[in-house]
């Protein structure tokens, strides 16, 4: 089975901090995504990767970016957290026309 | 505005009742993909259609895209508190972007 692991469950940060959240699977997938997940809203694409190095903003990039320096980690930077991105995280790969596997998310809380 | 309606928002069943959750795209759908989260967890794929009027199950549960590729319904029968969590309908945009509707929640009482 395809595993999607992220690197924190729980994380607490103080606003203006630079935060990275890390994200690595282990099937050698193309494709991999950041989404973020607020109630009354879903999910909510951030930036996706769709090879090393390459990467395209999704619906809500003000705010993010994201580094994939490998094909299995993608890593989303929040460069000076605020409030406002206090959220659940959710990082996702694909392969071809298959569906997407999520990590177990990692909750922000920016204070 | 979401380009997926869910509906109901939410919702509460007594366990051993049958449930459906609709999921509604002005747009064609091209994969409509169906997934379940337990309560700050991530997602678990359940189902995923392709063609108008497909229709798959897996135990208890049944997904079924209608002929015009705009909607989508989950059906669950003889509901258990094993079913209990946020279901979710995902369609591809663009090719390769999964948007997501905003979610039902679903409690199921003992």
């Known amino acids: 089975d395809v595993k999607v692991t992220q690197s924190s469950r729980y994380l607490v940060k103080r606003t203006g901090e630079k935060v990275f959240l890390e994200c690595v699977q282990d099937?050698?997938?193309?494709?991999m995504f950041w989404y973020r997940q607020d109630p009354g809203l879903g999910l909510r694409l951030i930036y996706f990767?769709?090879?090393?190095?390459?990467?395209e903003k999704g619906d809500i990039p003000e705010g993010y970016s994201v580094s994939r320096e490998k094909k299995e980690r993608f890593s989303l930077i929040l460069e000076s957290a605020s409030t406002n991105q206090t959220s659940m995280y959710l990082c996702?790969?694909?392969?071809?026309?298959?569906?997407?596997?999520f990590g177990s998310g990692t909750r922000l809380t920016v204070v | 505005s979401q380009e997926l309606e869910q509906s109901p928002q939410s919702l509460i069943v007594q366990e051993g009742k049958n449930l459906t959750i609709n999921c509604t795209s002005s747009?064609?759908?091209?994969?409509l993909y169906w997934y379940k989260q337990k309560y700050g967890e991530g997602l678990i794929f359940l189902m995923m259609?392709?063609?108008?009027?497909e229709e798959k199950s897996h135990e208890k549960i049944t997904a079924k895209l209608d002929e015009k590729k705009q909607q989508s319904s989950l059906h669950i029968t003889a509901s258990q508190p094993s079913h209990a969590g946020i279901y979710l309908c995902?369609?591809?945009?663009?090719?390769?972007?999964?948007?997501f509707g905003a979610g039902t929640i679903l409690r199921v009482k003992s």
């Open positions: 996702a790969s694909r392969a071809g026309a298959y569906g997407y596997t």
């Open positions: 747009k064609t759908l091209y994969g």
């Open positions: 099937m050698d997938h193309e494709n």
């Open positions: 259609l392709q063609k108008g009027g």
């Open positions: 995902g369609a591809l945009k663009g090719g390769n972007k999964l948007v």
């Open positions: 990767s769709y090879d090393v190095k390459m990467k």
